[in-house]
DNA sequence: CGGGAACTTGAGTATGGTCAATACAAGTGG
DNA sequence: CCACTTGTATTGACCATACTCAAGTTCCCG
C-alpha cells in the first residue's frame, strides 16, 4: 500500500545457510542441487503493506517465503475481501494452473522471499521429480488446511471462529519456533475479521470477552493464552 | 447409509474405452502406460447414500470418479456438517499427507468409481513425473475452487451464495455434458444448505424468491434458468 | 503535544436461524 | 387403487447472532 521499498540483494546469498533449508521446497534437494538452485532465486525485501503479487496478474515467478507474514486474499468486486490464508516462512507462493494469481499476496511488516523466475524454474523442475512431489505435497497439505477453514467458516459461530483461530496461529507458530503461551499477532484486527468472515467489531468484542472470561490476556500485538483449556473448549473442537 | 451395494467387477475394463480417459488422471498416460495402468484400478459400484471413505479412515485407496456425483464433507462433533465440495466424473480422491482421509465422501445417487489400492498406485507413479505432474495440477485447480469457495462462505448474502451456487455447478456440468439451461440438482437441499454454509429452510426460501422474481423455475430434481443475466447480478462476480 | 490509525465500546437493526406446521412425492401394503 | 408411512421440501412466525452506524479510547509517530 505504501510507496516500495523493495530491494533486490544483487549478490547470492547461500541456500545451505537459509532459514527455511529444512522446511520448504528446497527441503527435497540435495546439496548439489542446491548449489545450481542457488542461482534460481533472488532474495527480495518487502516493506510494511506492500503487494507482492495481485490476484490476476499473469505469473511470473514463484515465492518462497523466508521470513515475515503475509496475508493472502481475495477481493469482491465491491471491495468485500477474504482473506484465504497467513503466510509464514517455508510456505510456497504462486502455483496455478491458469497462469494467472489466483489471490493476492501482501507483506504484513517486513518480508523477505526467495522469488524464482516461473520459466528456469520449471525447466530446473523438469527432470527432478523429487521437487515436483514435495509442491505436491505441500499444495496436498495446503488443500486440507483449505477444508478446515471452510467448515470454520460455513458452520462455526463467531466465538468458534475466534477461538479456532488462536490456537489454530499458536500451532503454527509453536511449528516454527516453539511453545509458547504468549501469541504474537501481526496482523491487524480487520486481517483477523476478514480471515474468520467477521467484521472487525465482532472480533474485537470476543477478544474483549475472552479477556473478561480469564481465558486470554490482550497484549500489546498479541494475546497471551491464560487458560488453554478453555479456549479449546470454546473452539469446540 | 443403506446395506451396502457394492460390487465389485472381477472383469477388466478398457481404459480405452473409459468415460473420463480425456479429462481424469489418466489423461496424462500414453496407450502403453494405459494398459498396464488397467490392471490397477478396479471398477466399483456404490449405491445411493452409501459412504465411499471416512474421514480419519486410513488411507488404503484413490479413487477415481467415474459415474455419478459424491458430496465430500467433514463433521463437526456435534453433528454439524459442511460440504467442502461435490465430485463429478473425472475427479480423483483421496489425496493427503497424513495418511488418513481429510474428509468424507458420500455416494449421492448410483456412482461408479475406479478404486487404486494406494500402495500399487503409488508404485506406478514413482518413475512417472507425467502422472504426478498431472495429480499436482488437479490438487492446484482444486486448491483455486477451494479458495473461491471461502470467499463466498465468509463474504457473501444467503442471496448471492445461492445464485453463485447455481451459475457455477451448471458451469460444471456445461464442461462434462454441453450447454443447457436446465440444471439437474441431485443432491437434496440440505446437501446445498451444508454446501453453502446456510440452513435448508434459507435454501428453499432463496430458491422460491428466485423463482417469483422469473430468474429461475423449480422443476422436479432440478431448476431451470430463465433469466441467467438477472441470477449472474445476484451473484455479484 | 497534535494528528491519525487502529481498536474498543455502545445502541439499534437486519439477516439468516430456530421451531413448528403443512405440503408434497414416492413407495408399501392391504 | 387407495390409505398410510416416510422422507423431503416449503412456508410462516418469532428470535438471536452478528452487522451497521456512531462515538470514544488508545497508541504511535511525527
Redesign the interface.
Known amino acids: 500500500m505504501k510507496a516500495s521499498m523493495t530491494m533486490i540483494e544483487p549478490n547470492g546469498h547461500f541456500c545451505s545457510d537459509c532459514a527455511v533449508r529444512g522446511i520448504a521446497v528446497c527441503a527435497s534437494l540435495d546439496p548439489a542441487e542446491l548449489k545450481e538452485f542457488e542461482h534460481l532465486g533472488r532474495r527480495v525485501h518487502f516493506g510494511a503493506g506492500e503487494t507482492v503479487f495481485s490476484e490476476e496478474d499473469i505469473t511470473t515467478s514463484f515465492y518462497n517465503l523466508l521470513e515475515g507474514v503475509m496475508r493472502l486474499y481475495?477481493l469482491?468486486?465491491?471491495g468485500?475481501?477474504?482473506i484465504?490464508g497467513f503466510a509464514l516462512p517455508g510456505d510456497f507462493l504462486g502455483?496455478?494452473?491458469?497462469g494467472r494469481h489466483?489471490?493476492s499476496a501482501d507483506a504484513i511488516g517486513a518480508v523477505t522471499v526467495c522469488q524464482f523466475a516461473k520459466a528456469p524454474f520449471g525447466r530446473f523442475m523438469e527432470?527432478r521429480?523429487h521437487l515436483?512431489?514435495r509442491?505436491?505435497?505441500l499444495?496436498?497439505?495446503?488443500?486440507?488446511q483449505?477444508?478446515?477453514?471452510?467448515?470454520l467458516?460455513?458452520?462455526?459461530s463467531a466465538d468458534e471462529k475466534v477461538a479456532t483461530f488462536l490456537l489454530g496461529w499458536r500451532e503454527r507458530l509453536v511449528s516454527l519456533k516453539g511453545s509458547s503461551n504468549t501469541v504474537p499477532l501481526p496482523m491487524s484486527r480487520q486481517d483477523i475479521a476478514?480471515y474468520?468472515?467477521l467484521t472487525i467489531e465482532t472480533v474485537s468484542r470476543t477478544f474483549t470477552k475472552l479477556e473478561r472470561h480469564g481465558a486470554i490476556e490482550i497484549i500489546h500485538g498479541g494475546i497471551s493464552l491464560r487458560d488453554p483449556a478453555r479456549v479449546e473448549a470454546l473452539a469446540?473442537?
Not at 502455483?95 to 491458469?98: A, I, K, L
Not at 499444495?139 to 486440507?144: D, H, K, P, Q, Y
Not at 467458516?153 to 462455526?156: A, E, M
Request: charged share 30%.
Open positions: 481475495k469482491l468486486p465491491d468485500r475481501r477474504q484465504v502455483m496455478n494452473t491458469s489466483n489471490f527432470g521429480p515436483l512431489k509442491i505436491n505435497e499444495a496436498i497439505r495446503e488443500l486440507s483449505a477444508r478446515d477453514h471452510m467448515v467458516l460455513g458452520r462455526r476478514d474468520l468472515g469446540a473442537a
